[in-house]
């Protein structure tokens, strides 16, 4: 049974930093693209970041670009987002996702399964 598992969110200041954690168990991920969303209140799920397979290929929403650096490790079965310059509007709940093929896309639909989110607060 696949399960991934966030960690890492919490309350931080207007450009302050976190880095979120997933990790993932119940299969073998090193194959498989992965990715971040973020949800805010009263907001539709939105992508945040993408990493290929190998690790080599990524993508970032215009929001986050240059801000947000998404990285995994395959011998940890975990994917990781570390974020910087954090605003107000980044506050969300932040989920992991994976995809079972090498590449990513940027739609929540074709990911295959979820973490239960984690939640990140920037106050001003």
């Known amino acids: 049974q696949v399960q991934l598992v966030e960690s890492g969110g919490g309350l931080v200041q207007a450009g302050g930093s976190l880095r979120l954690s997933c990790a993932a168990s119940?299969?073998?991920?090193?194959?498989?693209?992965m990715a971040w969303f973020r949800q805010a209140p009263g907001k539709e799920r939105e992508f945040v970041a993408a990493i290929n397979w190998s690790g080599h290929s990524t993508y970032y929403a215009d929001s986050v670009k240059g801000r947000y650096l998404i990285s995994r490790d395959n011998a940890k079965n975990a994917v990781y987002l570390q974020m910087n310059s954090l605003k107000p509007e980044d506050t969300a709940v932040y989920y992991c996702?994976?995809?079972?093929?090498?590449?990513?896309?940027?739609?929540?639909?074709?990911?295959?399964?979820w973490g239960q989110g984690t939640q990140v607060t920037v106050s001003s």
């Open positions: 119940g299969g073998t991920f090193s194959n498989y693209a």
């Open positions: 996702a994976v995809r079972s093929t090498y590449t990513w896309t940027v739609r929540a639909r074709d990911y295959d399964y």
